[in-house]
């Protein structure tokens, strides 16, 4: 009797978890639905950069695809979590950052210009340093 108690409170946590992993995840309507929304958004925002001109346009259009990439690896990350996809959003934000930031070094002059790139770059190289850091030390901790 003890044994068959053990087995079906086993079962019993085993759907219940079961159920709590397929909820995490959104139905193919919910995820296309919540896809085109972010690539309408994606549109308008283009769209409301043609309005400017020179660099600040390129900065809106940087800032545009910045958002739109991060948006999608956040819904990503929301239909399917794990690991991988806070990683991605992770990494995603960084580019971001880092394309919005090469744009705007464009408006400042002459030795300027590379010195603001060249911290950009370093900034974003530190957050991928860091964001694979944060990966292995998993790894490591069960090798040990």
Known sequence: MKNQL???TAALCASLAGGAYA???MDKAAYKSAKDKIEAQAKSDKKACDAMKDNAKDVC???AKAKEKIAKA???AQNRPDARATEKVALMKA?????VAKEKCEDLQGAAVASCKKDA???YDKVKADVRQAKA???????S
């Open 95 to 99: 580019e971001g950052e880092y394309e």
């Open 137 to 143: 030390k998993p790894g490591e901790a069960k090798k």
């Open 61 to 63: 259009q940087a800032e």
């Open 6 to 8: 053990i087995a079906l």
């Open 74 to 76: 956040e819904l990503d």
């Open 121 to 123: 770059k370093v900034a």
């Open 23 to 25: 909820a995490d995840t």
